[in-house]
């Protein structure tokens, strides 16, 4: 059974940076393509960013420069550093895994809440 589960969510001020952490379990970790998605209140969810088994990523264009995906396999872990946050990336953020072979993602987190306010 594989599990994802995110952490490092909360409230930051405009302009603040935040990273979450995304931890995998029961599967292999390396050959995985990971993600991070959002939702925003009323909006639909929303690919942020992802990375390849072989790490290559890629930005929605509403955070490239802003947003850095990474992943470490050795920890079986991928992270979403998330800088010069503004109140419109206030979002729930969802980790979801696929095996590389597979065109959408198969495996969900429970999601983190990420609130930028002032």
């Known amino acids: 059974q594989v599990q994802l589960v995110e952490s490092g969510g909360g409230l930051v001020q405009p302009g603040g940076s935040l990273r979450l952490s995304c931890a995998a379990s029961?599967?292999?970790?390396?050959?995985?393509?990971m993600g991070w998605y959002r939702r925003a209140p009323g909006k639909q969810r929303e690919l942020v960013a992802s990375?390849?088994?072989?790490?290559?990523?890629n930005y929605a264009d509403s955070v490239k420069g802003r947003f850095t995906i990474s992943r470490d396999n050795a920890k079986r872990t991928v992270y979403l550093q998330m800088n010069s946050l503004e109140p419109e990336d206030t979002a729930v953020y969802y980790c979801?895994?696929?095996?590389?072979?597979?065109?959408?993602?198969?495996?969900w987190g429970q999601g983190t809440q990420v609130t930028v306010s002032s």
């Open positions: 979801a895994a696929r095996p590389a072979v597979l065109q959408s993602y198969k495996y």
């Open positions: 029961g599967t292999i970790f390396s050959i995985m393509d």
């Open positions: 990375i390849t088994s072989g790490g290559s990523t």
